[in-house]
């Protein structure tokens, strides 16, 4: 057996043990949630804690969030909120100094919470995560200091 036997052995191995074990991983999941009043909100409270593995969860009927922290899987925290029959959809805001672009059409919504702004998932549109966006402006014609070999 050479090296390349005994790769792909290991490889194997390590493979398939990890197959076998499901790691479960800590989440924060938010969505959006429909709601018109304090009852609304514990309802919705009362539906996420009782999900398996939810360590804790945060209501905010204000602002139609609700949070739910712990081993729980984004999907199933959809679907049980969705049970309760109120209209949710997963947390589209995020905050402003996250917009890559926040020109883009569709981006700016009357609804949003201070400081937040409607995210930008659509393929067509190019988003930076903030490492790319100051290497792309060290370069830049708009900025006539960034770069002394020019």
């Known amino acids: ?16 043990n990890t197959k076998k074990k499901k790691k479960k991983i800590l989440n924060t999941v ?8 304090e009852g609304c909100g514990h309802r919705i409270k009362n539906v996420l804690s009782a ?27 959809l679907k049980a909120a969705q049970a309760t029959g109120k209209k949710v959809e997963p947390w589209p805001y995020m905050p402003y100094e996250l917009i890559a672009h926040p020109y883009a059409p569709g981006v700016y919504d009357k609804k949003a919470p201070a400081n937040l702004v409607r995210g930008t998932n659509e393929p067509g549109v190019a988003t930076l995560n903030p490492a790319e966006e100051q290497y792309s402006l060290m370069f830049s014609d708009d900025n006539p200091h960034a770069c002394s070999i020019m």
């Open 51 to 77: 999900l398996k593995g939810a360590k804790s969860v945060d209501v905010d009927w204000k602002q139609q969030k609700a949070t739910v922290y712990g081993f729980v899987d984004a999907k199933k925290v």
């Open 1 to 16: 057996m050479g090296v390349d036997g005994t790769l792909e052995y290991l490889s194997d191995m390590i493979s398939n």
């Open 30 to 37: 938010s969505l959006k949630v429909r709601m018109d009043c």
